[in-house]
């Protein structure tokens, strides 16, 4: 089946709300209906993919850690999931996830990639013709990516996957640094380290990041802002073709490092704090290399980054609106993962903590028509619906290979067709599986289990698997019938397991055209 004919004219939204951090500008927000009720043609998709980004710091999310309007009124006009969940981090996998349709949790028959990534999960899509922007592509949509992600801007492993659409825009600076980092002094780049990290590694990429990043002075240099003013560039070209458009737009931020300029710092920081600019981190414990005051400052220059990226997709939208591209263009916004900043005493991204600060993520999709607008949805959701969702919408044939739930029906006030009483997922050699009653997270061998009850923890702070092994067990075995299991285990030394991560064998598959080698990893 072709793509949907049926829908709303284009129209520029008809209710206004504020965008860009600093709130300098309206954005509108809602769509309206042509008296038939048509729409000039298909519809158009855009995909925005947001990495590092935690649920909690949006006020949509219930929880305004950071200043998001841009986020908070493109969930005023759809639905926004209350229990999204990636089904499998980090990036990459998530990514695989995402554009596949597909479960890609658990890691089975997985092998290293080099330069691509050494832990469970990192790997090229398998098949390109099973992308759901691929599945768009035939069925007439124009297709077009811009992405500053270094994993799939980079490399040969990803780029089947880059040639798949009708244009892939590459921005460098995460992925390729285009001003040198000799530019930067080491005096500065140390000034945005805390004092444990002002090692000679951590000061090169520091340097080479500020190099690439605007200094913490120029806004415009930014990964967020290029990323989003590329893609905005691209929507007169895509306003003028005959055929519909599916744009994918991948921002890196706000992953660390971070150096937002000091207009977004003063809106969270403490104004008598004279110490270091903590602009990144360690995948540890906190306590054994931050002080509390680093601490506090790191989450201060997280907020400021996200606070940042949501001024620019709000730039972004508003160019979308500008160009009467709104009222026929569908909207989806989804991030790969969260961060510990501290919760729990650690800080990254450590696959022992798969609790909601790492795991939780948004999941926004906006209908042009503003059907459902405002709705919370609690329904599990994850990064394998995206692709069949957006099927769904377009009216295209949600092809019966994809494993992920289309939710599009939510939009005409029907339930999806899938009953999804549990959701389950994982990271390295760990998994989590979550009911409305109980959260557990463990190794995939089926020990160290942590049992948490949502109706009476719901911050999940007092782990009952030892008082509740039945529980434990019975969830653990769901997975296993879910997955048809037992899960893979990759080994991993003994410094590692404490954190909860896992080096996997020495079995490293060969880049095209090279012999294949065995050499010990790192993680």
């Given at each position: 089946m072709g793509p949907r004919s049926k829908g709303f004219n284009?129209?520029?939204?008809?209710?206004?709300?504020?965008?860009?951090?600093?709130?300098?500008?309206?954005?509108?927000l809602a769509a309206s209906a042509g008296d038939d009720g048509e729409q000039d043609g298909p519809m158009n998709l855009v995909l925005v993919v947001i990495d590092t980004l935690r649920a909690d710091h949006l006020a949509c999310y219930g929880s305004p850690?950071?200043?998001?309007?841009?986020?908070?009124?493109?969930?005023?006009?759809?639905?926004?999931?209350?229990?999204?969940?990636?089904?499998a981090m980090a990036t990459v996998p998530a990514r695989r996830s995402i554009f596949s349709g597909t479960r890609t949790f658990p890691f089975?028959?997985?092998?290293?990639?080099?330069?691509?990534?050494?832990?469970?999960?990192?790997?090229?899509?398998?098949d390109v013709s099973r992308a759901f922007t691929t599945v768009l592509r035939r069925s007439g949509y124009y297709t077009a990516q811009v992405s500053d992600n270094p994993h799939t801007t980079n490399g040969i492993y990803?780029?089947?996957?880059?040639?798949?659409?009708?244009?892939?825009?590459?921005?460098?600076?995460?992925?390729?640094?285009?001003?040198?980092?000799?530019?930067?002094?080491?005096?500065?780049?140390?000034?945005w380290l805390p004092p444990s990290m002002r090692d000679a590694h951590h000061v090169a990429v520091m340097r080479r990041f500020l190099a690439n990043h605007g200094r913490g002075k120029d806004e415009r240099r930014t990964g967020a802002a290029r990323v989003f003013s590329t893609a905005a560039e691209q929507l007169p070209r895509l306003a003028r073709m005959e055929k519909p458009f599916a744009l994918v737009v991948d921002c890196f931020d706000p992953h660390e490092p971070w150096v937002p300029?000091?207009?977004?710092?003063?809106?969270?920081?403490?104004?008598?704090?004279?110490?270091?600019?903590?602009?990144?981190?360690?995948?540890?414990?906190?306590?054994?290399?931050?002080?509390?005051?680093?601490?506090?400052?790191?989450?201060?220059?997280?907020a400021a980054t996200v606070s940042m990226v949501d001024h620019w997709l709000g730039r972004f939208l508003e160019r979308l609106?500008?160009?009467?591209?709104?009222?026929?263009?569908?909207?989806?916004?989804?991030?790969?993962?969260?961060?510990?900043?501290?919760?729990?005493?650690?800080?990254g991204k450590v696959p022992s903590q798969l609790h909601p600060e790492l795991a939780h993520v948004p999941l926004i999709v906006a209908h042009p028509a503003g059907k459902e607008a405002g709705a919370v949805v609690p329904r599990f959701a994850t990064t394998s619906d995206v692709g069949p969702t957006l099927?769904?919408?377009?009216?295209?044939?949600?092809?019966?290979?994809?494993?992920?739930?289309?939710?599009?029906?939510?939009?005409?006030?029907?339930?999806?067709?899938?009953?999804?009483?549990?959701?389950?997922?994982?990271?390295?050699?760990?998994?989590?599986?979550?009911?409305d009653r109980w959260a557990l997270f463990g190794e995939n061998?089926?020990?160290?289990?942590?049992?948490?009850?949502?109706?009476?923890?719901?911050?999940?702070?007092?782990n009952i698997a030892r008082e509740r092994p039945d529980v434990a067990e019975g969830l653990y075995a769901s997975l296993l019938e879910a997955t048809d299991g037992p899960l893979p285990w990759f080994d991993a030394p003994p410094e590692l397991r404490q954190l909860g991560y896992d080096t996997p064998p020495f079995r490293i598959d060969p880049v095209p055209g090279r012999p294949a080698r065995r050499a010990p990893l790192t993680a």
């Open positions: 284009r129209r520029r939204f008809i209710q206004a709300g504020a965008i860009g951090a600093a709130g300098a500008a309206g954005l509108p850690r950071a200043r998001t309007p841009a986020f908070n009124g493109l969930a005023g006009r759809g639905i926004t999931f209350s229990r999204a969940f990636p089904e089975r028959d997985w092998v290293v990639h080099p330069g691509l990534g050494g832990s469970p999960g990192w790997a090229p899509l398998p990803w780029e089947p996957f880059r040639d798949s659409f009708d244009r892939f825009i590459t921005v460098p600076g995460r992925g390729g640094a285009v001003i040198p980092p000799e530019t930067v002094p080491e005096q500065v780049a140390r000034q300029t000091r207009k977004y710092i003063d809106m969270y920081a403490d104004p008598d704090y004279t110490g270091p600019e903590v602009g990144t981190l360690r995948y540890r414990h906190a306590s054994s290399y931050l002080r509390p005051r680093d601490l506090r400052r790191m989450r201060t220059l997280y609106a500008e160009l009467e591209l709104a009222g026929n263009t569908a909207v989806a916004v989804i991030s790969d993962h969260g961060l510990l900043l501290g919760e729990r005493g650690w800080t099927l769904g919408m377009a009216g295209v044939s949600v092809p019966d290979w994809m494993t992920g739930s289309d939710l599009s029906p939510l939009f005409d006030g029907e339930q999806p067709a899938d009953d999804r009483s549990f959701h389950y997922g994982g990271y390295f050699n760990r998994f989590w599986i979550r009911t061998r089926g020990i160290e289990f942590e049992l948490y009850d949502l109706t009476l923890d719901r911050y999940e702070r007092r």
